[in-house]
């Protein structure tokens, strides 16, 4: 009885010893936004099922972009699995710097990734990155000012009613500001929000030749319409305001409305957080009776950097963050309204998601958004809120500085704009576009 007791305890050490050397500790980069954080808060689920540790890099979005794109061109190594979106992965994929994932388990079910995320996140139909969340961009409002300015909102509104609202509904004297639009540079935080939003102004970077086409009259109706709209009813400093500020001051009270990212319905609708939650109503984002309305489309998305050592455990933690057990589990602790949106059909056809205040405009806005077709001209390249080019990032960042000073009172609109023309043709001459 002693040796079997010896024996099976010898076995079972054994056991937890090659538990224990197959365990691995994985390096994540990711962005500082509530989502990828209640991600971080939820890990032990993930190290109590598998065994493997995560240590998380946390950026802000811009420093993000920078060290991750830095890290995989270089082969740098420093991450086992990357945050990155639509405009990386395509482009990353066909360099051959991600991991496919084309061969995730059934279980996981690859096939319920809603179409425009999949597609978004492929190159030559591999998938490269598996949709965290997806998102589109539409408009938040406070029902409560809306119905005090005497005003209704449409469900598919203008330009010229946003603008006539958000006056209406500014309030200095209680730091109530009509509008709180994103301003900061960097081509993913103010620079997304004015390249969708001149669409809908008819505008667009490039004309089928690949010259800048800020020296148009669309772009200057853009950033005119925006500056003035701003100035009237924006909060002060929005010339550096991202996502992340606007959300405070719409969680705070400060905003009428707030144009931005399908995803931050849950976190302006969350009574914990939000001074505003029981006073928040959505739009489609504005249009200009042009055939294009102003919204994105966008997923944060999970990858794996080609050369890892740690390959099938990155794809363990993928397959968990990004799955139907993951959505359940936010579910089980934090409630539906709380799950990360966007990525998978099935979410969408699930009754108790269905019941969240904002999840059918998050599904309208998401499969209204077409990259394929996003300027009223035609135009040479894919992509909403980015050209899916590789320079695209480096110049746009660069036209995002600009029009960010202009937004400060530094330089006029018409020196960011003819300034921006210049850089950008020089960029694509020397790329070998022009």
């Not at 040796?3 to 538990?19: D, F, H, P």
């Not at 597609?119 to 598996?130: F, P, Q």
């Not at 319409?225 to 992340?244: E, H, I, K, L, Q």
């Not at 949106?341 to 999840?359: C, E, H, I, Q, W």
């Amino acid at each position: 009885m002693n040796l079997k007791k010896t024996l099976m305890a010898a076995g079972i050490a054994s056991l937890v010893a090659a538990s224990s050397a197959s365990a691995e500790n994985l390096v994540i980069a990711t962005v500082n936004n509530g989502d990828m954080i209640r991600m971080q808060g939820l890990t032990q689920h993930f190290t109590a099922k598998t065994g493997h540790s995560v240590e998380w890099v946390t950026l802000e979005e811009n420093v993000l972009r920078q060290r991750v794109t830095t890290d995989i061109s270089t082969k740098g190594g420093a991450f086992d699995i990357m945050t990155i979106g639509m405009y990386e992965t395509p482009i990353w994929g066909k360099n051959g710097w991600l991991v496919s994932l084309d061969d995730l388990s059934d279980e996981y079910n690859a096939g319920d990734i809603l179409p425009a995320m999949s597609g978004g996140l492929s190159y030559d139909g591999t998938l490269y990155a598996a949709p965290f969340y997806g998102e589109s961009s539409m408009i938040m409002y406070r029902t409560d000012l809306m119905e005090a300015a005497g005003l209704e909102m449409p469900e598919a509104p203008s330009w010229s009613f946003v603008a006539k609202a958000a006056r209406a509904m500014t309030d200095r004297d209680n730091e109530i500001n009509g509008i709180c639009l994103r301003g900061k540079a960097g081509w993913g935080e103010g620079g997304a929000f004015i390249t969708a939003m001149s669409n809908s102004f008819g505008a667009r970077w490039f004309d089928e030749e690949w010259n800048a086409q800020f020296d148009s009259r669309e772009w200057s109706d853009t950033l005119n319409f925006f500056v003035n709209m701003m100035g009237d009813a924006g909060p002060p400093g929005y010339a550096t305001n991202g996502f992340n500020e606007n959300l405070s001051l719409f969680q705070q009270g400060k905003c009428g409305m707030w144009i931005d990212a399908t995803v931050a319905a849950s976190f302006v609708t969350n009574p914990n957080d939000s001074t505003v939650a029981d006073k928040v109503g959505f739009a489609l984002a504005p249009d200009n009776g042009m055939g294009v309305r102003s919204n994105w489309l966008w997923a944060w998305a999970l990858a794996i950097p080609a050369g890892t050592q740690k390959e099938a455990e990155a794809k363990q933690f993928i397959e968990w963050a990004t799955s139907n057990e993951y959505i359940e589990l936010v579910a089980s602790k934090e409630g539906w309204a709380n799950v990360p949106p966007g990525a998978r059909t099935s979410l969408y056809k699930n009754p108790n998601y269905m019941d969240v205040p904002f999840a059918k405009m998050t599904l309208d806005s998401i499969l209204s958004a077409d990259p394929n077709n996003s300027t009223v001209d035609p135009s040479p390249y894919v992509g909403i809120q980015f050209a899916a080019i590789p320079e695209f990032a480096g110049i746009a960042t660069e036209v995002s500085q600009e029009f960010s000073a202009a937004y400060a009172g530094q330089q006029t609109v018409a020196q960011a704009l003819e300034k921006a023309q210049a850089l950008t043709n020089d960029a694509m001459e020397a790329a070998g576009y022009r």
